[in-house]
């Protein structure tokens, strides 16, 4: 079982920054892949970065590529999403997941992981 607690999240104005982190409970955090996704107002939830257990793998969605990055430290068992150049449209409710395994073709579907975090706002103003 794992636990997964977002924070970081608040309001910010178009063009600067902000850094979400999740942290995980466990002893096997290395083992698994972390994912972001986030949820706009009144739309579905969509991806939006992965990375491997390791870390040495991530994946973007072509939305928030070149403006936001993944990381994570197994040490702390925590993921992070540091998020630069926001877009009003990054508004939306960000959420952590954890899955054990996946394809390039399953890692961006939210019904493919198997844990999730409650997520943390986070609003840009323009």
């Known amino acids: 079982q794992v636990q997964l607690v977002e924070s970081g999240g608040g309001l910010q104005q178009a063009g600067g920054s902000l850094r979400l982190s999740c942290t995980a409970s466990g002893r096997t955090f290395s083992s ?62 960000y959420f952590c997941a954890a899955y054990r395994s996946a394809t390039l073709g399953t890692m961006r579907d939210p019904s493919r992981m198997d844990y999730w975090g409650k997520g943390t706002m986070v609003t840009v103003s323009s």
């Open 32 to 93: 698994v892949a972390m994912a972001w996704f986030r949820q706009p107002p009144g739309k579905e939830r969509e991806f939006v970065a992965t990375i491997s257990g390791g870390g040495s793998f991530t994946l973007y969605a072509d939305s928030v590529k070149e403006r936001f990055t993944i990381s994570r430290d197994n040490a702390k068992n925590t993921v992070y999403l540091q998020m630069n150049s926001l877009k009003p449209e990054d508004t939306a409710v």
